[in-house]
Each structure stands twice: as C-alpha cells, then as structure tokens.
C-alpha cells in the first residue's frame, strides 16, 4: 500500500507538470492568433512542442500500466489511476488542438487579407483558457463541485463557437477574397471550441476519481449531490 501510494504520488507529479506544458501551449497559440503575433506562433511550431508533449503522454501511459499491472490498485486508487489514464489522453488532444491553432494563425497572418477577428473570439478564447486552468486546479484539488462548475460552461462555448461561424460565413460571402482567411478563423474556433471539449472530459472525470460517478452524457448528473 505504501508502494502504491508513493507511486500515485509520482504520477500526480508528472501528469500534472504536463498538464501545465499544455496549458502554456494552449495559451500562447491563442495569444498569437489573437495579438497578431506571427513570431510568437512559428517558435510553437519551431520548437516542436507537439512532439515533447507527445512524449510524456506515452510515459505517463506506461506508468498508469505499470501500477495496475504491479499494484492492482482498487476502489477509489483504481478509479484515480484510471482517471489519470483518461486525463492523460485528453491533454495530448489538446496539445495538439493547440498547434492547429498556431498553424492557422501562421497562415492568417501571412495572408493577403487580413479579416479583423470576430469580436465574440475574445469571449470565447476567455471562457475556454479559464476551463482548461479550472479543469486542472480541480484534477489537483479532487474537487468535484469545481468540476461540475467546468461542465456547464461548456454549451455556452457551443453557443459562442456558432456564433462565430455565423459571423465567418457572412463575412465570406460578402467576398471571395474573405474565404481563406475565414476560413483559417473558422478552423481556429473549432479547435478552440474542441479544447473546452477535452477540458470538460476531464473535468468530468474528476467527479469520476472522486464520486465513482460517471456524470458523461448526463446532464441531470451535473446538479449537486446533497
């Protein structure tokens, strides 16, 4: 038991500071795209962050196996442990989310056209970054009522994302020459609106590790336990 503790303890730790490298890309490809900031977009590419995260995700994976295979954890450290597992996958998808946006903000901001960024992005880009940070403070605080709180922000990131494409798909039909970069706009908001996605996933599976409740597709999930 204290073995497995320990353990635990380690891939608290090292899920945990992967999970901040995510957060770090998430924001600075938003910031990018948002700022105008083409340079700060190619050194995300340059420096070849979707690979490092890539990386740690298969060794926080080889831990999660290693444990339940050594410990045969169960109850509450079996549901932690698989919980990690699932978390793990999440911040890999959204890393990777993350470079897409850095991706379409080098091609926007190279383009001949240069579309001013819908003004509900800005709310968007607010509501998702504060999921993805309080998606993680409730992974490190097991706290469930936070977590419940992450999930239902998340249609209101839906309502936004269309609301965006609307926008888009006017401004591309007043122009051809609005297209490709709309189009760029219109993939970086659904990347971004799939990065709240993962942080409701894991936000949902931290009422799993605590509750052993599995609240997904639940809505009526969602409202407290007394």
């Excluded at 899920?15 to 890309?25: G, M, Q, S």
């Excluded at 006017?170 to 709240?196: C, T, V, W, Y």
């Amino acid at each position: 038991m204290v073995h497995l503790q320990r353990d635990l303890e380690k891939l608290q730790e090292r899920i945990t500071k992967l999970a901040w490298k995510v957060v770090d890309t998430v924001e600075q490809a938003i910031r990018a795209l948002c700022e105008r900031q083409i340079q700060l977009a190619l050194e995300l590419l340059e420096r070849d962050v979707d690979t490092e995260i890539d990386l740690e995700e298969n060794a926080v994976e080889e831990e999660c196996l290693k444990i339940l295979a050594l410990h045969q954890p169960v109850a509450r450290d079996l549901r932690r442990t698989a919980g990690i597992l699932k978390i793990n996958t999440d911040l890999e998808r959204m890393g990777d989310l993350a470079i897409n946006i850095a991706e379409r903000a080098v091609a926007f901001l190279r383009g001949e056209v240069l579309l001013p960024i819908p003004p509900q992005f800005r709310h968007m880009t607010d509501m998702a970054t504060h999921m993805v940070r309080e998606s993680l403070d409730a992974f490190v605080r097991l706290d469930p009522h936070l977590a419940r709180e992450i999930c239902r922000m998340d249609e209101e990131v839906d309502s936004v994302n269309r609301q965006i494409i609307q926008h888009l798909i006017h401004l591309m039909k007043q122009s051809p020459d609005n297209i490709e970069p709309g189009l760029n706009l219109f993939s970086a908001s659904r990347h971004l609106e799939r990065i709240a996605d993962h942080a409701t996933n894991i936000a949902e599976d931290v009422v799993y590790m605590v509750e052993g409740q599995i609240i997904r597709h639940h809505p009526e999930a969602l409202v407290e336990r007394p």
